[in-house]
Nanobody, 126 residues
Framework: VQLQASGGGLVQAGGSLRLSCAAS????????MGWFRQAPGKEREFVSF???????YYADSVKGRFTLSRDNAKNSIALQMDSLKPEDTAVYYC?????????????????????WGRGTQVTVSS
């Protein structure tokens, strides 16, 4: 499975960005998909995931500001990021959990995923 993230960039605080992640593989509809981010000098942290059935989960730090969706026809997910803050600045990585899939409690951790994209930089200026 190959993952290609796109959509990062530079935006002012309060602005919006939309990240996309395209996945290869004929059974994308059975994947759980997630986003993580890593700021300079910090560990990679969970942002959001969407299960194969469309249920979504968010870190408290982004809840109410970020919205994750999937389009199985296009083998892709999209992370709409609104009301961005300087502390959202990081490299954002998409990840795939392929069958046999991990239970939801395991998807909050990077260890729950099998494949990773290369990341896209998001910079929010104050």
């Amino acid at each position: 499975v190959q993952l290609q993230a796109s959509g990062g960039g530079l935006v002012q605080a309060g602005g919006s960005l939309r990240l996309s992640c395209a996945a290869s593989g004929p059974t994308f509809r059975n994947y759980n998909m997630g986003w993580f981010r890593q700021a300079p000098g910090k560990e990679r942290e969970f942002v959001s995931f969407i299960r194969y059935n469309g249920h979504t989960y968010y870190a408290d730090s982004v809840k109410g500001r970020f919205t994750l969706s999937r389009d199985n026809a296009k083998n892709s997910i999209a992370l709409q990021m609104d009301s961005l803050k300087p502390e959202d600045t990081a490299v954002y990585y998409c990840a795939a959990d392929t069958p046999p899939v991990t239970i939801s409690s395991g998807l909050w951790s990077a260890n729950g995923y099998d494949y990773w994209g290369r990341g896209t930089q998001v910079t929010v200026s104050s």
